[in-house]
């Protein structure tokens, strides 16, 4: 199975400040890599595919870059409403289609 | 605007068989532009994806699960269904049917809104 390590697994930021999320997989998977994001009690919500294209309806302060084994998630300038918890998934070859184990977003 | 339903038992003893369905609507289930899919997730813990099944009824299962998981399309009903069998504790989660787009990354671009599974007796 391809392993996806996110960094941090924890991260504490104000209203206003960039972050960026790392995701690393233990082969190389091209593009083929999604970011969702999940908040408390709720189903997970789709941000970006294929590494880089923004879902449609979601706000363009989401993007996200890399290609092959290393991969980020960046939040140009937070807002209350993103602090939640981020996962990465990979969908390369066959399945499993493993997810990281989340990056938890707190209010500073 | 696609919905998806999560529907079934809440508890489920050692050793039975978990079974679940999710209804869609909004959506056909043989369109091929899409898959279907299960993925769990345990409390307080990240994210597990369990199977797909095709518009054609084709499936792939997550290898850790694949003897005890089967996943089903009934086109007449507009739904699929996801048994698991010889449960223990550990397959204590919330369990989402999720919507999978045909292309770029088959990703999961719609969720149900999940549904807790405890295997206690």
């Known amino acids: 199975d391809i392993q996806m390590t996110q960094s941090p697994s924890s991260l504490s930021a104000s209203v206003g400040d960039r972050v960026t999320i790392t995701c690393r997989a233990s082969?190389?998977?091209?593009?083929?890599l999604n970011w969702y994001q999940q908040k408390p009690g709720k189903a997970p919500k789709l941000l970006i595919y294929a590494a880089s294209i923004l879902q449609s309806g979601v706000p363009s302060r989401f993007s996200g870059s890399g290609s092959g084994t290393d991969f980020t998630l960046t939040i140009s300038s937070l807002q209350p409403e993103d602090f939640a918890s981020y996962y990465c998934?990979?969908?390369?070859?066959?399945?499993?289609?493993?997810f990281g184990q989340g990056t938890k977003l707190e209010i500073k | 605007q696609v919905q998806l339903q999560e529907s079934g038992p809440g508890l489920v003893k050692p050793s039975e068989t978990l079974s679940l369905t999710c209804t869609v609507s909004g959506s056909s289930v043989r369109n091929g532009n899409y898959y279907w899919s299960w993925i769990r997730q345990p409390p307080g813990k990240g994210l597990e994806w369990i199977g797909v099944v095709s518009y054609s009824g084709s499936t792939n299962y997550n290898p850790s699960l694949k003897s005890r998981v089967t996943i089903s399309l009934d086109t007449s009903k507009n739904q699929f269904s996801l048994k698991l069998s010889s449960v223990t504790a550990t397959d204590t989660a919330v369990y989402y049917c999720?919507?999978?787009?045909?292309?770029?990354?088959?990703?999961?671009?719609?969720w149900g809104q999940g549904t807790l599974v405890a295997v206690s007796s």
């Open positions: 999720a919507r999978v787009r045909v292309g770029p990354s088959a990703p999961i671009d719609d």
């Open positions: 082969q190389s998977i091209s593009n083929y």
């Open positions: 998934q990979q969908t390369y070859g066959t399945p499993p289609y493993t």
